[in-house]
């Protein structure tokens, strides 16, 4: 049969000597293999875990419910929140009301481009989009993360290198396959007819697309905040307010 991957979470009331032990036991009993393990803030543990029948997981999760010092939280086929949480040892803040927007301060960007990482790994059509202030480190994550998913990565607009506007892309860097990154001001503000078909192109491919200012994209385009499939905002600080009033006038004043 073939093996499948479990997150375990549970919360432990009494971190008495010998507890993990005795989950350990259970499991191996059970023959239920421990990928990873993490401590997920504070008095919650994580476990990343490995079997071929999911009647042990049934079994194991009735088993460890019996137990007085813990409490089971979670016991599910892992997200990608799952597996990155047992990484780093915490949750990705996410919006409580908006499920696809996902929190990140300049601090947590080992994180945050673990996370990109792992998104640029998977295949087909996803869109991105990127809030941030100037200086945060948007694009420089975009790129890390390209790097850590082994992926190439193509500038359509950019102000990384004063302010890109690709007219046109060359045969190799139209592979889907590549991380296109645009800079909804750029790509809008400053857009002429021969990019803005190139744009249409490209959201029109199969292909991962990160958009840095996507409130600003969907209010100078066509599109909408129903074609992205995940929202990122990157903040110097928890409390900083993301506001573009401050430094949109300066995409246009060469105009």
Known sequence: MESNQWYMEYKIHRNRPGLLGDIASVLGMLEVNILTINGVEGQTRGMLLETDDEEKIILMGKMLNKMKNITVTALRPPKLVDILAVRHGRYIDRDSDDRKTFRFTRDELGLLVDFLGELFKREGNQVIGLRGMPRVGKTESIIAGSVCAMKRWTFVSSTLL?????????????????????????????????????????????????IEHPDIFVRESEYSYDDFDIIIELRNNPEEEIVYDTFTGSYSDDL
């Open 162 to 210: 004063r302010q890109t506007i690709r007219s046109q892309l060359s045969e190799d860097e139209m592979n889907s396959n590549n991380v296109f990154i645009i800079d909804g001001i750029v790509s809008t503000i400053r857009s002429n007819e021969r990019h803005y078909q190139l744009l249409q192109d490209i959201m029109g491919m199969g292909s991962t697309k990160v």
